[in-house]
């Protein structure tokens, strides 16, 4: 079992893995009319306060470009959610509302996402990934 393991390509896993968490949380979300990339910058937001829109990019730029997270930021302002000082962006009231609301939700895809895996497991697994990346970094 572990020398079949090893054959099969960590890269396939690591889209696989990615595209699946992608499918299905944008699935949960899509009655809101939000992807994971909303809930990644919407939480991020609540997160900290406030972030320029360069702040935000650096941080979830790797699954968005630039134009997409002006869109998401847009789409935020126009909810209600969100506010722009200059290139800063901060939550509205209603905004660190509907965090609470998708938290719930999100709550619900991570337990979905580690069915069947314990915590170990799953500490294993993302020190293995950064591992990964700072070996090839």
Known sequence: MAEDLLRQPIGLWLKRADEA???????????????????????LLSERGEMTLDGLFDEIGVFVSRSELEGIVSDFEGRGWAARNGDAVSLTEAGVQARHDVFQQMNAVREASTRGISPEDYATTVRTLQQLVQNLS
Not at 22 to 43: D, I, K, M, P
């Open 21 to 43: 968490i992608t499918r299905y949380t944008n699935s949960v979300l899509a009655e809101r009319g939000l992807t994971r990339f909303h809930w990644q910058a919407l939480n």
